[in-house]
């Protein structure tokens, strides 16, 4: 069994920052790939960022610049560091995980869910 808790939402003004963060725990060999992604209101789901395990980063259009994803593999959390926020990143950040949980089985696993509200 595992599971991803995120923390670190909220709401600021916008030009503002922002911390996300999301731990893992419960039975874990390793953990390949973690993401972020949010939805807005009304809106699909999308990637945000994700960290290979050999730190290769990849970003939506709309936050390269702005956001910086980063891991601890000593803790298994994965931050999402967001600065100059604006309106538009409103919405609920979720993280995603790629876990090994034996030499046989990898499981994908979402985080509940953080909202982060940037308005004036």
């Known amino acids: 069994q595992v599971q991803l808790v995120e923390s670190g939402g909220g709401s600021v003004h916008p030009g503002r920052s922002l911390k996300l963060s999301c731990a893992a725990s419960g039975s874990i060999l390793d953990i390949g790939t973690m993401a972020w992604y949010r939805q807005a209101p009304g809106e699909q789901r999308e990637l945000v960022a994700n960290?290979?395990?050999?730190?290769?980063?990849n970003y939506a259009e709309s936050v390269k610049g702005r956001f910086t994803i980063t891991r601890d593999d000593d803790t298994n959390t994965v931050y999402l560091q967001m600065d100059s926020l604006k309106p538009e990143d409103t919405a609920v950040y979720y993280c995603k995980s790629n876990i090994r949980t034996t030499s046989y089985d990898v499981v994908e696993v979402w985080g509940q869910g953080t909202l982060a509200t940037v308005s004036s």
């Open positions: 960290i290979k395990n050999t730190g290769s980063t």
